[in-house]
């Protein structure tokens, strides 16, 4: 008895802090299946990687080290199709959790064999306590775009030479031990989610390396873009309550003018950040629609 009171106890706590957005320490968890992809550290970084915990999910910030987690479906249920998992947090953390393990879990269960990638982020401070002063700081509403060619994403003109590199690692890493995962290499796709998804663009549009077979954007940047002739088809998410949505199409509509493939889901309310879905919100069901999509275009079936 009394271990089911301490059990219950650990529930409530957890459920507690599930709701609560304060940022608390959290142990490095073991990651035993993560590869090290080998691709350098990061300059200037002044700090180790750490974890925290927010929202009830975990989190980990100055990732100097990319590695990538495999994540198989059971025996026999795998179809070939792959898919790299970019989880987001601004380049200065990653939201492992929610937007990463959480992910890669459900498209395993469909057959898929995922991968999250634990790319390398911008340093941010050491001590938990200013990181937290910074997450906290106040930040203006983003301007409204003032024409379709504008692109309001803040995050648009970083240099992403070291995440670029993290995802080409990740790709070519899947390609090499294609045979020995049960891999079709003619079915890589690759999903993000915002910063994440940010980077799930920038390797469609600037790597030389990989060839996706498909991309889905989860609730990341909407201005426009150069679509190259060959780019994969697009599977793309937002809610109309997402301050990065902010009344764009531009994403949207350079897909379309560029006569490539493209479904658009634009949700009433879900927020930022959702991941797989939050309680009462109209993006919840995003995720049976990617699936749907998926099979409709033929990456569920194993050929």
Same mark, same amino acid.
């Given at each position: @008895?009394?271990?089911?009171?301490?059990?219950?106890?650990?529930?409530?706590?957890?459920?507690?802090?599930?709701?609560?957005?304060?940022?608390?320490?959290?142990?490095?968890?073991?990651?035993?299946?993560?590869?090290?992809?080998?691709?350098? $550290?990061? +300059?200037?970084?002044?700090?180790?990687?750490?974890? /925290?915990?927010?929202?009830?999910?975990?989190?980990?910030?100055?990732?100097?080290?990319?590695?990538?987690?495999?994540?198989?479906?059971?025996?026999?249920?795998?179809?070939?199709? %792959?898919?790299?998992?970019?989880?987001?947090?601004?380049?200065?953390?990653?939201? @492992?959790?929610?937007?990463?393990?959480?992910?890669?879990?459900?498209?395993? +269960?469909?057959?898929?064999?995922?991968? %999250?990638?634990?790319?390398?982020?911008?340093?941010?401070?050491?001590?938990?306590?200013?990181?937290?002063?910074?997450?906290?700081? &106040?930040?203006?509403?983003?301007? &409204?775009?003032? $024409?379709?060619?504008?692109?309001?994403? &803040?995050?648009?003109?970083?240099?992403? $030479?070291?995440?670029?590199?993290?995802?080409?690692?990740?790709?070519? @890493?899947?390609? +090499?031990?294609?045979?020995?995962?049960?891999?079709?290499?003619?079915?890589?796709?690759?999903?993000?989610?915002?910063?994440?998804?940010?980077?799930?663009?920038?390797?469609?549009?600037?790597?030389?390396?990989? +060839?996706?077979?498909?991309?889905? =954007?989860?609730?990341?940047?909407?201005? =426009?873009?150069? #679509? &190259?002739?060959?780019?994969?088809?697009?599977?793309?998410?937002?809610?109309?309550?997402?301050?990065?949505?902010?009344?764009? /199409? !531009? #994403?949207?509509?350079?897909?379309?003018?560029?006569?490539?493939?493209?479904?658009?889901?634009?949700?009433?309310?879900? !927020?930022?950040?959702?991941?797989?879905?939050? =309680?009462?919100?109209?993006?919840?069901?995003?995720?049976?629609? /990617? @699936?749907?999509?998926?099979? #409709?275009?033929?990456?569920?079936?194993?050929?």
């Amino acid at each position: @008895m009394k271990k089911v009171y301490i059990l219950l106890l650990s529930c409530l706590a957890w459920t507690a802090t599930a709701q609560d957005g304060t940022i608390y320490p959290l142990e490095a968890p073991k990651e035993p299946n993560a590869i090290p992809l080998n691709t350098g $550290s990061v +300059k200037d970084q002044p700090a180790p990687e750490t974890w /925290f915990k927010q929202w009830g999910d975990p989190m980990a910030r100055n990732i100097s080290k990319a590695t990538l987690t495999p994540f198989f479906p059971e025996k026999g249920k795998a179809n070939g199709t %792959v898919v790299i998992v970019a989880p987001g947090g601004g380049y200065r953390w990653l939201s @492992m959790g929610n937007e990463g393990w959480e992910v890669a879990e459900a498209l395993a +269960k469909k057959g898929i064999t995922a991968f %999250v990638l634990k790319y390398r982020l911008f340093p941010t401070a050491e001590k938990l306590e200013d990181f937290t002063a910074w997450m906290n700081r &106040p930040r203006p509403a983003p301007a &409204p775009a003032t $024409s379709k060619t504008e692109n309001t994403n &803040p995050m648009a003109q970083m240099d992403l $030479s070291n995440q670029l590199e993290d995802a080409e690692a990740a790709y070519a @890493m899947i390609v +090499k031990n294609a045979a020995t995962w049960g891999l079709d290499t003619k079915r890589i796709g690759m999903i993000g989610f915002s910063a994440g998804a940010g980077l799930t663009m920038h390797a469609t549009l600037h790597s030389k390396t990989m +060839k996706l077979a498909f991309i889905g =954007p989860i609730y990341g940047g909407m201005g =426009p873009v150069k #679509v &190259p002739a060959d780019a994969p088809p697009m599977f793309n998410v937002i809610a109309s309550d997402d301050f990065l949505f902010n009344s764009q /199409f !531009g #994403v949207i509509d350079s897909w379309f003018k560029a006569k490539r493939p493209v479904e658009f889901h634009l949700y009433q309310n879900g !927020g930022h950040g959702f991941g797989l879905g939050n =309680p009462n919100r109209t993006s919840n069901k995003w995720f049976d629609a /990617f @699936m749907h999509w998926l099979d #409709v275009n033929k990456f569920l079936v194993a050929q």
